[in-house]
């Protein structure tokens, strides 16, 4: 009879969920003593799952990303004028949702190719709909300079909302604001009058 297998995948994830919220507050650098400590396991477990402290901490940041994008991924928009506000409420969503997370995906990590694919595909999904969107003649410019100020704006305010420095009463109507100043920086001249 062989002898049970003491490092599962069950255990995976609860290493993954409090890793994640230890380097949410501790950055890349987190001692792994607490983290193990919390989940009832042995730094051994880390090494046998992971390979290593810096696997983890890949697997940690490759984990958050993918689920950033899924949630923008989930969005069900056909016409690009829906689907750029679309994809900004899902990122905002999300992110109150599992800001942990949040902090790592666009925290301090440890750079390396799974970690820098995983965070430049974070903003696949607002690119393709601000290209659909400029193709449609609904927005104008540039997709690329276009995606990164909308994505700018929108991680701008989700972070000072994650820190507490807007109120939970006004929120969202600030946030709406955003949305509107968006519009009206990129919206082509035959829509400008359109409301994001």
Not at 86 to 99: T, V, Y
Not at 140 to 151: E, K, N, Q
Not at 181 to 196: G, K, L
């Amino acid at each position: 009879m062989g002898r049970p297998r003491l490092h599962d995948e069950h255990l995976r994830q609860r290493l993954l969920e409090a890793a994640t919220d230890l380097m949410a507050v501790e950055g890349p650098d987190f001692s792994l003593r607490p983290l193990v400590a919390s989940v009832g396991t042995s730094t051994s477990a880390v090494y046998s799952l992971f390979g290593s402290r810096g696997e983890l901490v890949e697997a940690i940041t490759v984990r958050a990303a993918r689920s950033f994008v899924d949630a923008q991924h989930a969005i069900e928009a056909e016409e690009p004028a829906e689907l750029v506000p679309a994809l900004a409420h899902a990122m905002r969503s999300w992110a109150r949702e599992h800001s942990a997370m949040f902090q790592v995906v666009f925290g301090r990590s440890e750079d390396s190719p799974a970690v820098d694919e995983a965070r430049e595909s974070t903003t696949d999904p607002l690119l393709h709909a601000v290209t659909a969107a400029i193709d449609a003649g609904t927005l104008h410019g540039d997709p690329v300079t276009a995606m990164r100020t909308i994505f700018a704006s929108v991680h701008g305010f989700i972070t000072l909302e994650l820190l507490g420095l807007y109120p939970a009463e006004q929120a969202d109507d600030l946030f709406d604001a955003l949305l509107a100043a968006i519009w009206r920086s990129w919206a082509s001249t035959e829509v400008e009058s359109a409301v994001a």
